[in-house]
């Protein structure tokens, strides 16, 4: 008798420590499950600022083309501007070197024909042309057809310029 009373205190001690084991898991499921609540919770707000996300990229996205497209735009007309003012620059250089060959050519010229020197020669022009100024005639004055015409004479006397 002895042998089955150690026995059966021996089996209500490992059913002690089974129940406390077993009150220990289930606490442990318990906050699983909790966890397991706000895991569900946590992976539904990151899919939704995930979606947000994407949205934003291709608003993104399409604004960036936007913006780049404008930008060549303007980028063209700033080349087109630029390739003008470097035509443009280098008519007024050309014009500049005629112009000061020929206030040289004139320089050498008054030189050779007054021996006082080119200053003096400048010095003793007249200042004032002689008789009463020239009136340079308007087009306008002598109707649509005459404008046109100045305009049209205009015109070439600039290209025979190129």
Do not use: C, H, W
């Not at 089996?11 to 898991?25: E, K, R």
């Not at 040289?104 to 021996?115: D, I, S, V, W």
């Not at 020669?121 to 002598?142: I, L």
């Amino acid at each position: 008798m002895a042998f089955s009373l150690i026995l059966d205190i021996l089996i209500a001690v490992l059913l002690v420590f089974s129940i406390g084991y077993t009150v220990s898991l289930n606490r442990r499921l318990t906050a699983l499950r909790q966890d397991k609540d706000e895991l569900e919770s946590l992976t539904s707000k990151f899919s939704e600022a995930t979606g947000k996300a994407e949205a934003s990229i291709q608003n993104l996205r399409g604004s960036t083309d936007e913006i780049a497209s404008a930008l060549n735009k303007e980028i063209e007309k700033a080349e087109s501007i630029r390739d003008d003012l470097t035509f443009l620059v280098d008519r007024g250089a050309s014009v500049a070197d005629r112009l000061e060959s020929g206030v040289r050519e004139k320089r050498n010229e008054l030189a050779a024909e007054n021996p006082l020197g080119v200053e003096d020669a400048f010095m003793s022009a007249p200042s004032k042309p002689k008789g009463p100024p020239q009136r340079v005639p308007d087009p306008a004055d002598e109707g649509p057809d005459a404008r046109a015409k100045a305009q049209q004479e205009l015109l070439k006397a600039l290209q025979s310029m190129s």
